[in-house]
């Protein structure tokens, strides 16, 4: 067992939960961690059914209170000293019960290390949609803010921004960036459960001006002006979503990867036609 507790949101999409739950019990997750809470928006029967089968501890609420809000409240619940941070649609692909060591390595930056956040979405298969490089790839000086978001698109960001992106001292396998150049983000984390409490706690639960159950809105004018120092290596999860939007839309979804590997996505997204497409489909 490793000292994390999983902490994992769902509102509704029960096709996307099963597939993301089902990753974890079949790569190993739900073997090494003996903490498991998941907090439903809108708890149905369902949702507990679902909970129950996968041996998870459940609590929900009978409307939707926020992403901040429902992580807070299991991150007060939580038993380890670290939390891994999850949402229902980043399915888990690599075995961590055959290789834990990017979760053990993650922790030792946590302990010891002076890291205060380790990002785990997948380098080479983020899934789609990746607000990232849909937003952040070809438009980089205005987005400073979310430059270390570089490595999804560079093999080696390191060496095109020195001065912002590093190699991990303590661990050359994990890339090191700081808050003023990392966006604050609920893509799957790993945090020390008294860091993040005491740091993050209040912004969970503060007054969002946009009305908007997204943390980030509240949190990230804040946070782009800290030192907090945020690892990643290639990461464990990929985002995959079954059950939201309507065939066309998902449809839409399929060729994105290639058009970003033949780097023709960017040139596509701004044509008359995509936006014809996305307006049809919407």
Not at 113 to 123: A, N, Q
Not at 228 to 243: K, S, T, V
Not at 245 to 258: A, D, K, M, T, V
Request: hydrophobic fraction near 35%; proline fraction near 5%; charged fraction near 20%.
């Amino acid at each position: 067992m490793i000292p994390v507790s999983l902490l994992i949101l769902s509102w509704q999409s029960h096709k996307t939960l099963l597939a993301t739950l089902e990753s974890y019990r079949q790569n190993g997750l739900l073997d090494i961690c003996d903490d498991k809470l998941i907090f439903f928006q809108q708890i149905s029967s369902k949702d507990i059914r679902i909970a129950r089968r996968f041996g998870l501890q459940y609590y929900g609420a009978g409307h939707n209170i926020g992403i901040g809000a429902a992580y807070r409240y299991l991150a007060e619940r939580a038993r380890h000293p670290y939390i891994l941070y999850l949402q229902n649609d980043f399915k888990l692909i690599h075995n961590v019960q055959h290789d834990p060591s990017e979760l053990e390595q993650g922790i030792d930056l946590l302990a010891h290390h002076g890291i205060d956040v380790v990002l785990y979405r997948s380098r080479q298969h983020p899934g789609e949609p990746n607000w990232a490089t849909d937003n952040v790839q070809g438009n980089e000086e205005r987005w400073q803010s979310h430059l270390f978001n570089a490595l999804y698109w560079l093999d080696a960001p390191e060496q095109v921004y020195p001065d912002k992106i590093q190699r991990c001292p303590a661990n050359p396998r994990f890339l090191q960036s700081t808050a003023r150049f990392m966006n604050y983000t609920d893509n799957p984390s790993l945090y020390r459960r008294e860091w993040l409490l005491n740091t993050l706690g209040d912004y969970f639960v503060a007054n969002d001006p946009h009305e908007i159950t997204w943390p980030e809105h509240v949190i990230q004018p804040w946070w782009q002006q800290q030192d907090f120092r945020i690892a990643q290596a290639e990461g464990l999860f990929e985002h995959i979503r079954l059950d939201r939007g309507n065939w066309r839309s998902r449809l839409l979804q399929l060729p994105i990867p290639l058009f970003k590997k033949l780097g023709l996505y960017q040139r596509l997204k701004q044509s008359r036609w995509a936006q014809k497409l996305k307006n049809s489909a919407g």
